[in-house]
């Protein structure tokens, strides 16, 4: 059985950072692609980036490219979301997730099969 474990999250204002970790079990983390999604009160759970099993290739929604870094680190079984210049619209819960094998739409939740139990980020004005 695979756990992922999310912290980091917290209060921020406006134009702040925050560091997402993601510690995960087993001994299977490194052979498998990453993602964070959110997801704010109301709306529908959305991505936010994705991270390859080597970490050679990453992929951001639009909306945060150039704010947000994904990364991890396999000797650790930890991938991170350093996010910069946060905005209060970006208040949500944010989860991390393991790719499905051989799952090709990374940016949709259902090419996840494992997920976190979420942590809360509030950014505010």
């Known amino acids: 059985q695979v756990q992922l474990v999310e912290s980091g999250g917290g209060s921020v204002q406006a134009g702040g950072s925050l560091r997402l970790s993601c510690a995960a079990s087993?001994?299977?983390?490194?052979?498998?692609?990453m993602g964070w999604f959110r997801q704010a009160p109301g709306k529908e759970r959305e991505f936010v980036a994705r991270?390859?099993?080597?970490?050679?290739?990453?992929q951001y929604a639009d909306s945060v490219k150039g704010r947000f870094t994904i990364a991890r680190d396999n000797a650790k079984n930890t991938v991170y979301l350093q996010m910069n210049s946060l905005k209060p619209e970006e208040s949500a819960v944010y989860y991390c997730?393991?790719?499905?094998?051989?799952?090709?739409?990374?940016?949709?939740?259902?090419?996840?099969?494992?997920w976190g139990q979420g942590t809360q980020v509030t950014v505010s004005s």
């Open positions: 991270i390859s099993w080597s970490g050679g290739s990453t």
């Open positions: 997730a393991r790719a499905r094998t051989y799952s090709q739409d990374w940016w949709e939740p259902t090419s996840y099969d494992y």
């Open positions: 087993g001994r299977t983390f490194s052979g498998y692609h």
